[in-house]
C-alpha cells in the first residue's frame, strides 16, 4: 500500500509552479509543468476554452505495442493545462494550484472555498488565514497546522475551536493561552498554568510582544509542555471504525491518511470533504467531494466509477487510465477530454465498438505489459510508472515520504533538478526588522532564504513580500519570516504524524507512570494499559501516546 501511495504522489505536483508561455496564445503563464519536460502547456483560459479540441489529437489503437506507451505518447502530444483547480471559480487568485472557488488568495494550494489567504495548503473554508496547513473554518490565523473553527490562533497544531491561542497544542474550546497542551474549555493560561487575567495580560507582554527571537524561545519551551503530556493515538473526530490518521467524520475507513466524510474505504488520503459522504473508494488520493468507486486515482472528485485515472472531474463516470477527464462517461486511455463518450485514445467509437475494443485492450494490456527501465512490469490493474510522470519525486512524494538523490534513482523514480534562477537578493534575514515595525517598502525587497537551497524542501532561494502580507504581519504584530514560503510549508508538514502506521501499545502506566503520572485511576488501575493499536506515531518518537480509553480519562 505505501509503494502505491507513493507512486500515485509521484503523479501529483503541489508547489512546485515554473515559468512557461502558453503554446496557443503566446502569453507567459506559471504551470506545473518545467520546461524540461516536454509536455505542450496552454494556460488556464486557453485550455478551459472552446478554441481547441483534445479529439483532434486522437489516434488508433496499435496492437503491436504496449497501449500504455501508447497512452503516454498521447500524454505529450496533447495540451495540459497550466495549473489545476477550476479556474471559472477564482477570483484575483491567479497564482494558486489545485484549488476552486477563491477570492484575493495567493500561493494556496489544494484548497477550496477560501478568502484572503495567503500560503496555505489543505486550507477549506477560511478567511484572512496566512501559513497554514489542514485547516478548516479558521479566521485571521497564522502559522497554524490542523486547526478547525479557530480565530486568532498563531503558532499552534491540532486545536479547535479557540480563540487568541498561542503556541499551543491539542487545546479544544480555549481562549487567551500561552504554551499549551490538552486543555479543554480554559482560559488565561500559560503553560498549562490557570492564571488571573491580569496575571496573565502582564505575562503575554514580557513572553510576546513578538520577535523573532521570542518565537523562537516560545518555540522551544511549549515543545517541551507539549511532550510532557500524552497525546491520543491518532487525531480524528466523530468517526466509526477507522484506522490511519487525521481521519473525521467517517466509518468504515481503514489505513487512510487526511480524509473527511468518507466511508467504506481504504488506503485513501487527503479526501475533501463535500455536502455528501464519498463512499467506496479504494487506493485514491486527493480531491474526493461527493465521488464514489475510485481505484488507483489520483486528484479526481465529483465523479463516479473511475480506476486508474489522474485529475478527473466534474460528473465524469466509467473513466479507465485516462488523464484530464472532465464530465465525461465511458473512457478509456484518453487525455484532456471535456464531455465526451464512448471514447479510447481521444478517437470516438459507438457504444458497442467502445465495448469490444476496449475489452481487446485489457487483454492486450495482461499478454504485451508495459515494461518500465527497472523492469517492473504493469499491466491492467496497476496506475501509471512513476518514470513516465512528468515531475520530479523531489517536488512531488518526498515531503512526505524524503529520499535522497541516490536513493530516488535507485528506485527509478525521476530525480528533477532546480530550474536555473539569478536573483539580485537585496535583503539577508538577518536584515529584516526584528519587530512588527518595517516599512511599505519591504514589497520590493528580494530576501534570501535562510535554507540557502541547502534543504530538501524545494527552496525557492529568494522570496518577495506581497502588499497583502505586510498589512497582515503590521496588524497582528509579527516580525517579518526569514524563510521562503516552500521551506516554511515543509516546516509545517512535519509538525504532522507522516502516512505511515506502526503497531503500539498503549503507553500509560498508570497513576505513577514514570514519564507522566495520571490524574484519575483509569479502567486498568495501577497496571500498564493491555489496549494495542495502530498510529502514526512512530515508536521512537518522544510523545506519549494514549489510546483513546486512557487519553479521555486525563483531558477534560
Known sequence: PECRLIRRLCWRNERSLHKRVCTLCGKHTLAVYSDKTPITVYCNECWWSDGWDAMDY??????????????????????????FGLHATLVNSEYTNMVGYLKNCYFTTHSDYNEDCAYGSNLTNAKGCVDTYLVNKCEACYEITNCRDCYQTTFSI?????????????????????GC?????????????????EEYENEIMKLYPSTIQKIKSADIESLKIWNQYPQKYMHGRQNTHVTGDYIYECKNVRDSFIAAKLQDSRFCMMVTPGENVSSDCWDFTHFGINSELFYETLMAGHSSKVRFGWFVAMGSQEVEYSMSSLGNNNIFG??????????ILNKQYSEKEYETLREKIIRHMDEMPYIDSKGRTYKYGEFFPPEQSPFGYNETAS?????????????????????????????????LPDTFEFADSFKEEIVACEHSNKCDHGCSIAFR??????????????????????????????????????????NCEGKKGKEYANLTIHFHGENHCPNEFETSYDPNRPEIVYCEQCYNAEVV
Not at 186 to 191: A, P, R, T, W
Not at 334 to 343: A, I, Q, S
Not at 479 to 504: I, Q, S
Open 58 to 83: 486522437g489516434v488508433d489503437f496499435n496492437s503491436s505495442r504496449p497501449f500504455l506507451t501508447q497512452l503516454f505518447e498521447l500524454m505529450y502530444r496533447v495540451p495540459a493545462v497550466s495549473l
Open 158 to 178: 491540532d486545536c479547535q475551536s479557540c480563540h487568541n491561542v498561542l503556541f499551543s497544542r491539542n487545546c479544544v474550546g480555549c481562549s487567551d493561552c500561552f
Open 181 to 197: 497542551a490538552n486543555l479543554r474549555n480554559k482560559q488565561y493560561h500559560i503553560f498549562n498554568e490557570p492564571l488571573s487575567k
Open 334 to 343: 484518453c487525455v484532456g477530454l471535456k464531455n465526451k463518450r464512448y471514447c
Open 399 to 431: 515531503i512526505y515520504f524524503p529520499l535522497s538523490k541516490k536513493e530516488i534513482v535507485d528506485h527509478g523514480y525521476i530525480w528533477r533538478e532546480s530550474d536555473e534562477r539569478t536573483y539580485s537578493i537585496t535583503k539577508k534575514g538577518s536584515d
Open 465 to 506: 513580500f506581497i502588499p497583502y502580507e505586510l498589512d497582515f504581519y503590521r496588524k497582528y504584530k509579527l516580525p517579518l519570516p526569514r524563510l521562503c514560503p516552500n521551506c516554511r510549508h515543509a516546516g509545517r508538514v512535519a509538525k504532522t504524524n507522516f502516512p505511515r502506521l506502526y503497531r503500539n501499545q498503549c
